[in-house]
Every structure is written in structure tokens, then in C-alpha cells.
């Protein structure tokens, strides 16, 4: 990878404000999970609840992905972005204002989504104002905003030892007002933007076979990440006894290493190929799930989570290597579906293990079974890549898959 090439192309100043509104947005958008055990002793919540609570805003984000991808591709995603940042003060203002019960926080859980969306946003941003070969590290380094959830993680319970966790939300409008300041100043539509098209023209990509591919790949990567970023505070707290803050300490760690490895996975990606990155990660993912599976001591717990979350972070910058290469034009739209994709996967991970919890009384479940469905794509995505290679070859791209 030539870095003095990458640097001398592209939009330097909208790549930093893809990642500033996909960084802060992220923040937002896991501050219930981040907040789970302090929001959970409050209201006296299940297990069951604990993981239905903290993966409400993961579903409400995955679904407003494809508005938003649709919206980014038909009015352009500086102004969508913009439009995401002002409405995502609405569930801060009322986490802090509101949230009385558990109704309510649902409620607030469920508004938060709109930062989750950010996601479609942010990355057809960056992608359009870089080549082929570049994409895997523009989309990785736009992508990175996924550290919001470091922040969120390693901030949030620490803030609400002294403010309580109505105050932080309180606090979260701070950043949101400043990144939507330099996303106005910084952030361009790239020329290249295809012109606004029908609705139905950005719903097409729905009969392409590899829309569903890349969709069931990024349920696992990202879901994967966003799910565990969203529940290991409780699981630290409620298998190992950890304190409120430790448990955050812990999680910002492995959501750190995720965040760090994606724009990684996606520069091997670009010198790899994104298909045999891939079946390696999966491969190393199924594993490490597995033997966290077994609940072993918490050293060896947390030593296999942290390289689990940055494998995880690793498949989602070689995925998004991929997306961009097969839908340039549609970029927006697919990244939308894929992400909501991506999302549902995180909402069932941590629903998953917290109803595994009541049912089994034990974590260790839902972890091998999350190691099964990692394993299932090495066999998918080596049944596929066959007609992948071929189809893309017709349809010349100038880069290795």
C-alpha cells in the first residue's frame, strides 16, 4: 500500500469528518449498553431485560440504515449527515430530562437508533472520494468511528459515579454539538455523487444474490462487535463480580482493539483480497467464541475476548473492503442494507445471551453459539466465492479480489 498515494487523492478533510460524525454518533448510540448495569440495578431488570434493554437501540439503528443509505444516495450525505446529527440531541435530551422507567428508557433505547444510522452515512462519504485500490484503508479509517464505543464504554460509567446516569446523556450533547460544527465546516459531497435515481432503482440491489451475502458476512463481523461492545459490561459484572467501572474498563479494552484493527483488516484486505482475508478471520473468530464459551478464569476470558473484538474489527474492514468494489453506484443504499444487516446481528447477540442466562444459567451458551454461526460463513463464503471470482472478473474492477 502506497500511503503517499492515498494521501495525495481523495478529500482528506470530508474522510475526517466521515469519521467524526461516525465516531461521535457511535458514542451515542451504545450509551445504554455502556450505562446497562447502572440502568439495570435502577429498575431491577432480568437478565432477559438487561439484553432486550441494551440491544432496543441496535435494532431501531439497523432499520433506520436503509432510509438513511437511500437518503444519502438521493439528496447526498453531507445533508443527511447533518440531518442525523441534529435529531440525535432528541433521545439525549430525553435520557437526560426523562427516563423515569423502563418504559421510558425503551423509549429512549429505541430513538437512539438514529445515531446507529450513521453508519450509512459516514462510509459512502468516504468511499466516493477514493479508487478502487484505496478503499479498503478509506473505508477502514472512516469506519474506525466505531470507537465511539470505546469512549462510551471507558467515559460513561465513570461520569455516572458522580453525575448519575441521567447526567451523562446530559454530558453526550457536548461532543454531538461540535462534531455536527466541524462536520458543517469540513465535510463535501464528493463531484462523483451519481445523480438522484427512483426509489425503486435503489431497491433493485435487493435481487442481487451477493446483497444477501455480504449481509449474512457482516451479521457476524459487525454484529458480532456492536453486540459484545453493547454487552460485556454486564457480562464482566454479573459472571466475574466485577465493579461497575471495571466492567467498563475491561469492555473499553476489547471494543479498543476492534475499533483500532478495522481500518488493518481492511488495508490486508486491499493486499490480500477480501475473500481470503475473510475465511481467516472467521476461521480465528469461531475459536476464540468457542473457548470463551467454556466461561473460563477472567484473565483468559478477557484475553480471548480483546482478540476476539479485534478480529471482529478486522472482518468488518475486510467486508467493506468488498461492498464498495461490487456497488459503486448504489453504494449508499447497499451499505445501508448491509449495515441493517449488520445491526440485527447485534441486537439478537446480546438478546441472545441475556435470555440463554434466564433459560440455561449460563453465559457460555450463547457464545458457542455465536461460534457456530462464525463457522457456518468459512463454509458459505467458500461455497460463494467461486461465482464471486468469476462474476467480478466480467465485470473488471482493475482489483484483486
Not at 435494532?59 to 433506520?64: E, P, R
Not at 469512549?151 to 441521567?166: C, D, K, T, V
Request: charged share 10%; with cysteine; hydrophobic share 55%.
Amino acid at each position: 500500500m502506497d500511503l503517499r498515494g492515498f494521501l495525495s487523492v481523495g478529500h482528506p478533510r470530508t474522510l475526517f469528518s466521515a469519521f467524526l460524525y461516525f465516531d461521535v454518533s457511535f458514542m451515542v448510540w451504545v450509551l445504554i449498553g455502556a450505562l446497562g448495569v447502572y440502568i439495570s440495578e435502577d429498575f431491577s431488570l432480568t437478565p432477559t431485560e438487561k439484553g432486550f434493554l441494551v440491544a432496543v437501540p441496535i435494532l431501531s439503528g439497523s432499520l433506520l440504515r436503509i432510509p438513511f443509505g437511500i437518503a444519502a444516495d438521493y439528496f447526498g450525505p453531507r445533508k443527511t449527515g447533518v440531518f442525523g446529527l441534529m435529531v440525535t440531541l432528541i433521545p439525549l435530551f430525553a435520557g437526560w430530562l426523562g427516563g423515569k422507567s423502563s418504559l421510558e428508557m425503551l423509549l429512549v433505547a429505541l430513538m437512539l437508533g438514529i445515531a446507529g444510522a450513521s453508519f450509512a452515512v459516514a462510509l459512502p462519504m468516504a468511499s466516493r472520494w477514493y479508487p478502487p485500490e484505496y478503499q479498503g484503508l478509506a473505508m477502514g479509517i472512516a469506519g474506525a468511528g466505531n470507537s465511539g464505543t470505546v469512549l462510551a464504554s471507558f467515559f460513561a460509567p465513570r461520569l455516572a459515579e458522580y453525575l448519575g446516569w441521567h447526567g451523562v446523556f446530559a454530558i453526550a450533547v457536548i461532543p454531538v454539538l461540535l462534531a455536527l460544527a466541524l462536520f458543517l465546516l469540513l465535510a463535501k459531497d464528493s463531484p462523483d455523487r451519481p445523480s438522484p435515481q427512483r426509489l425503486i432503482h435503489y431497491l433493485r440491489v435487493l435481487k442481487e444474490p451477493d446483497t444477501w451475502w455480504f449481509n449474512l458476512f457482516y451479521m457476524i463481523t459487525f454484529g458480532g462487535f456492536v453486540g459484545l461492545a453493547s454487552f460485556l459490561a454486564i457480562f464482566f459484572h454479573d459472571q466475574y463480580g466485577l465493579s461497575r467501572v471495571m466492567a467498563g474498563n475491561l469492555t473499553a479494552l476489547c471494543v479498543f482493539a476492534g475499533s483500532f484493527l478495522r481500518p488493518v483488516g481492511g488495508l490486508l484486505a486491499d493486499r490480500l483480497g477480501g475473500i481470503k482475508s475473510l475465511l481467516v478471520l472467521y476461521w480465528v473468530v469461531a475459536g476464540l467464541m468457542f473457548f470463551v464459551g467454556q466461561l473460563p478464569p477472567l484473565e483468559v476470558a478477557t484475553f480471548s475476548l480483546l482478540l476476539g473484538m479485534g478480529v471482529l474489527g478486522m472482518g468488518n474492514g475486510a467486508v467493506f473492503q468488498l461492498v464498495p468494489q461490487r456497488f459503486q453506484k448504489e453504494i449508499g443504499v447497499v451499505t445501508g442494507i448491509v449495515g441493517a444487516a449488520g445491526g440485527l446481528g447485534g441486537f439478537f447477540l446480546p438478546s441472545l445471551l441475556g435470555l440463554l442466562k434466564d433459560l440455561t444459567g449460563s453465559y457460555g451458551t450463547g457464545f458457542l453459539i455465536f461460534s457456530s454461526a462464525a463457522f457456518s460463513c468459512v463454509g458459505v463464503l467458500t461455497y460463494v466465492q467461486r461465482d464471486w471470482r468469476q462474476q467480478w472478473a466480467r465485470a473488471e474492477t482493475g482489483v484483486s479480489f
